[in-house]
């Protein structure tokens, strides 16, 4: 994953150890903020929006 090549939701959803259902289901549930969109409206992930939702994820200690 290079910081120029932006993730689609799949991808994200893979590096996250999630499936791209869950990963939508947190978006709408407002568990984790939203990411860019592409020119379609699409969701982009940058490596630092995985990182982010990644700390999300992890429960507290």
């Known amino acids: 994953m290079t910081p120029a090549q932006p993730l689609k939701t799949v991808q994200a959803a893979k590096a996250l150890g999630i499936s791209k259902s869950t ?33 999300a994820l992890e429960p507290t200690r």
């Open 23 to 55: 990963l939508l289901r947190l978006f709408k549930e407002k568990r984790v903020d939203e990411v860019g969109r592409d020119r379609n409206n699409w969701r982009v992930f940058s490596a630092s929006d995985v990182a982010r939702i990644k700390q």
